[in-house]
């Protein structure tokens, strides 16, 4: 079991970054995938969700809405999370969690850096 966080970097305020995270070795499409931070010195919080359905439910923490937006492609294993007009209080470890009542899988995260 995998999962793999991508996209993370370096950025301005006011830019854009999409992550990505690609899982291996499970039925990714079963999971609600979320995605959670962790800045400096302080606690990991969930920014973003996304279900199963079709369509699939979401939920966006909210320091993030209407400026992060979580998308899936099953058919790639893949959940997206795109972000934009990021801000300094951005600037985070990010990473990816599939989560089912029988299943609970984390990625190594992957850092985003806001600043000028």
């Known amino acids: 079991v995998q999962l793999v966080e991508s996209g993370g970097g370096s950025v301005q305020p006011g830019g854009s970054l999409r992550l990505a995270c690609t899982g291996s070795?499970?039925?990714?499409?079963?999971?609600?995938i979320r995605w959670h931070r962790q800045a400096p010195g302080k606690g990991r919080e969930m920014v973003a969700a996304?279900?199963?359905?079709?369509?699939?439910?979401?939920y966006y923490a909210d320091a993030v809405k209407g400026r992060f937006t979580i998308s899936r492609n099953d058919a790639k294993n893949t959940v997206y999370l795109q972000m934009k007009n990021l801000r300094f209080d951005d600037t985070a470890v990010y990473y990816c969690?599939?989560?089912?009542?029988?299943?609970?899988?984390w990625g190594q995260g992957t850092q985003v850096t806001v600043s000028s």
């Open positions: 996304i279900g199963i359905s079709n369509p699939p439910t979401t």
């Open positions: 969690n599939a989560h089912r009542s029988f299943g609970d899988y």
């Open positions: 070795g499970f039925a990714f499409g079963d999971f609600n």
